[in-house]
């Protein structure tokens, strides 16, 4: 433990150094970088994070190939505003309902973060999962276990060094060119990025510049940058020192348990000398990703990754003590003793949340196949023709819905309207597809009322059905009205 850190002292007291850690695990005194070399994890934990680890990146290499009802499943593409999401297509229409949805993820995502701590930092967040489970096992691939590789750093540059950095890197490389080309798929669709490759980088050099921009900021984040992600730039780690408290489930030392810490010494009864059951062996602090030491409680740098929940299992079947001195917990479990409970802070975010879901279901549900609009051309006026006043309008129809759709437009309110296209009486829609034209909308010159009055259009399918409707105004000749 580093002499300037608050620590627990025994009989589970916490103790008041005389001075503070006031810098990251990962900087020395003089503000240098202390690159963390962390011995390779196993144990249960390890390996319950490895299936779900593979199970997501299964995931992120397969999605951009699966499709449902022939949309991709997720598309996100800014340049050409084209959205789907599980298959379903969104607009820029319908913004509001995405707006709502990240709101909604936000707010689960404090609930799940008051109750659960960082999990999603230890077992689902992209920077771990690509840098333990693709990067790192990179590392230990060529340049072998912690001390192989700190032996490797501080040697000369001799052939070994150049040929297993230059090896590793170049792996590296790779990686993030695939990652890019994956992040792109996103982005544009998997079709998109083939026939790119295929034509070359010279035929599309915008874009490929902005790959090469990609890869080298991944390069960069997974070969030199690292853990510093997620202790020195992750917004949603800084987050967690307002979200947790004394109920949240995090990885905490049980110091109760652990101190007075004291080197092992065979035969010894540990209880009988006031000893605790950390051994002080330093597992858990080298296999630490981050290079901090649990001991000395829930710190800013910890993701959760549950290296030193195995660690310390480990040693603690070695020397025969029970299982657990490093766990999931909360802090009132270890130092009040008391159990997990859903606090009224959880209460009221599930209640909010259950709103919000309730809410983005409705809206969702409501999205409808087709969006229609009328819209009267600036500085139209109406014109009369055989008895009947006219009326000209832009519509703008986008169908929303998975299949082609052959339209009709009709006056619903007030009666006596007609709509006449200027080429055909049905329009056809495909899939997905936004058009525009022009529509004149008439009614018989005794109908007109008002000089102004409001009119409703209704967008009809083959079967009759009403799609959509939108209300604006019609205008006629000036009347006096008493
Ligand atoms: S303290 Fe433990 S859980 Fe936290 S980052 Fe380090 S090894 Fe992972
Ligand atoms: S691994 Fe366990 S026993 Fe060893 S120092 Fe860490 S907490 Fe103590």
């Not at 109760?256 to 062996?281: L, M, T």
């Not at 009224?344 to 949340?353: D, H, P, Q, T």
């Amino acid at each position: 433990m580093s002499e300037d850190q608050n620590y627990r002292g025994g009989q589970g007291q916490v103790v008041d150094a005389e001075t503070f850690r006031d810098s990251v695990g990962t900087m020395d005194q003089s503000g240098k970088r202390r690159w963390v070399f962390p011995r390779k994890p196993s144990g249960r934990y390890t390996n319950y994070r490895t299936l779900v680890a593979w199970f997501l990146l299964a995931l992120f290499f397969a999605l951009p190939f699966i499709k449902i009802h022939g949309n991709p499943v997720l598309l996100i593409n800014v340049v050409d505003r084209q959205f789907f999401i599980a298959g379903q297509p969104f607009y820029p229409q319908d913004f509001f309902i995405l707006a709502l949805g990240a709101i909604t993820s936000i707010i689960f995502i404090i609930l799940f973060t008051v109750v659960f701590g960082r999990i999603f930092c230890g077992w689902i967040c992209p920077q771990t999962i690509f840098l333990e489970m693709i990067f790192r096992k990179i590392d230990y691939l060529i340049e072998g276990d912690r001390n192989k590789q700190m032996k490797l750093d501080r040697q000369e540059w001799n052939s070994e060094k150049i040929w297993k950095r230059s090896l590793k890197w170049s792996i590296f490389i790779i990686i993030s060119l695939i990652i890019t080309h994956w992040m792109f798929m996103y982005i544009v669709g998997y079709q998109e990025v083939f026939d790119m490759i295929k034509e070359g980088p010279f035929n599309n050099f915008t874009s490929f510049l902005v790959m090469i921009i990609f890869t080298a900021a991944f390069y960069f984040t997974f070969a030199w940058f690292r853990e510093q992600v997620c202790t020195l730039v992750c917004p949603y780690g800084r987050l967690q020192g307002v979200l947790i408290d004394k109920q949240t489930i995090n990885v905490y030392y049980d110091f109760k348990r652990g101190e007075n810490r004291s080197k092992w010494r065979k035969g010894e009864d540990r209880r009988a000398e006031g000893k605790g059951d950390c051994i002080d062996c330093n597992q858990c602090v080298v296999v630490c990703p981050t290079g901090i030491d649990i001991r000395d409680g829930q710190q800013l740098e910890c993701v959760n990754c549950t290296a030193c929940i195995d660690a310390c299992d480990e040693v603690m079947v070695k020397v025969g003590l029970p299982k657990g001195l490093i766990r999931y917990a909360t802090e009132d479990e270890i130092e009040k003793e008391v159990p997990f409970k859903f606090t009224g802070r959880m209460k009221a975010y599930s209640a909010v949340l259950l709103l919000m879901i309730g809410f983005l279901g409705f809206l969702l549900s409501n999205r409808g196949t087709m969006e229609a609009k009328f819209i009267k051309p600036a500085g139209s006026s109406f014109f009369v023709r055989d008895g009947k006043i006219n009326n000209t309008y832009n519509y703008t129809f986008l169908n929303k819905s998975n299949k082609d759709q052959l339209v009709t437009i009709k006056v619903i309110e007030p009666q006596h309207g007609e709509v006449s296209l200027s080429t055909t009486d049905k329009i056809l829609l495909k899939r997905d597809q936004m058009i525009k034209g022009t529509v004149n909308v008439s009614f018989p010159e005794k109908e007109m009322k008002l000089s102004k009055q409001n009119v409703k259009i209704g967008v009809y399918n083959q079967n009759g059905e009403l799609l959509d409707s939108f209300e604006t105004y019609f205008e006629g000749p000036f009347k006096l009205q008493f």
